[in-house]
């Protein structure tokens, strides 16, 4: 399945970092939200995310909601999978960036699988 992943799209300041994964006919939208400041030490508080079709239609969770929370172990492997995108070596080529990506891209969309009825 081909995808594209966007990164850390966000306001200057913001506390909140949107990263989407684009897919051939759905997308993911992910919404970080950080306490503290961005530019020194931000914590990840909690992590939304929605399924949307190509223009932009919110697809129901099998829940009838419209978005999801990640939370519990799935919320620490989140964080883990963030820290490697965020990293120094990430940004810098020092690791091999596509499997890191897959990686991410994967875990999340295994959690899309457990709440969406996709046909």
């Known amino acids: 399945m081909n995808y594209t992943l966007e990164l850390n ?3 200057p300041d913001s506390n909140i970092v949107f990263n989407t994964i684009v897919f051939d006919s ?12 961005m530019n020194f ?9 929605k399924v949307r079709t190509l223009d932009d239609v919110i ?3 099998r829940e009838d909601n419209g ?3 990640i939370k519990g ?3 620490e492997t989140y964080q883990q999978l963030v820290r490697v995108l965020n990293s120094y070596e990430f940004k810098n080529k020092l690791i091999n960036r596509q499997e890191s990506e897959q ?6 969309l295994g959690l899309v699988i457990v709440n969406y009825q996709l046909s």
Do not use: A, M, S, W
Not at 29 to 36: A, L, S
Not at 41 to 49: A, I, Q, S, W
Not at 103 to 108: L, N, P, R
């Open 9 to 11: 799209t966000q306001k």
């Open 73 to 75: 172990d799935q919320f």
């Open 26 to 37: 759905f997308k993911v939208n992910i919404i970080e939200r950080y306490t503290g400041r």
């Open 41 to 49: 030490n931000p914590k990840l508080c909690h992590v939304l995310f």
């Open 67 to 69: 978005r999801v929370k």
């Open 103 to 108: 990686d991410y891209v994967h875990f999340i």
């Open 59 to 61: 697809i129901k969770t």
